[in-house]
């Protein structure tokens, strides 16, 4: 799916929303990833506010590039978490070029692992950040 050069969010999720990305070949029978990607939006790639979900899992990415805002962005309780639990060839989730790539704010959270690639992450001390190299909130 491709949501690119909308006047406002690529993906905007309010109240208890959910947005699951996901696929499993064996499964399914189709062998390319899922992907979703959000690029020159004129607001943020993904916009997840008011307890609102993503999850990016298994054999599925994420690609948020150009956006004027955040190329991901959690809010108000919201979280973002991406549930690959092994490194998998030809899926990888980039989020760059954005301004901030990734926004985590208001008791909010993000989980990522490894192969994901994120140009920056910034959040507040009421936000919950872990994967390689997080650091600690506010930063």
């Known amino acids: 799916m491709t949501s690119s ?7 905007h999720l309010e109240q ?5 990305i996901f696929n499993n070949p064996t499964f399914s029978g189709n062998l390319n990833p899922t992907l979703l990607t959000v690029a020159s939006n004129k607001g943020n790639g993904v916009n997840a506010l008011t307890s609102s979900h993503v999850l990016d899992d298994n054999f599925a990415a994420i690609q948020s590039t150009t956006n004027a805002l955040a190329g991901l962005s ?3 309780g919201s979280s973002v978490a991406f549930g690959q639990t092994i490194t998998i ?3 990888q989730t980039t989020v760059s070029g954005n301004n901030p790539d990734v926004r985590i ?3 909010s959270r993000l989980t990522y692992i490894s192969n994901d ?3 920056g992450v910034t959040c507040d001390a009421t936000s919950l950040v872990r994967g ?3 650091g600690v909130c506010p930063h």
């Open 5 to 11: 050069s909308n006047g406002g969010d690529g993906v």
């Open 16 to 20: 208890s929303s959910e947005l699951t």
């Open 74 to 76: 959690a809010d108000d």
């Open 89 to 91: 060839t030809k899926v």
């Open 105 to 107: 704010t208001f008791g």
């Open 117 to 119: 690639s994120f140009g």
């Open 132 to 134: 390689p190299g997080a």
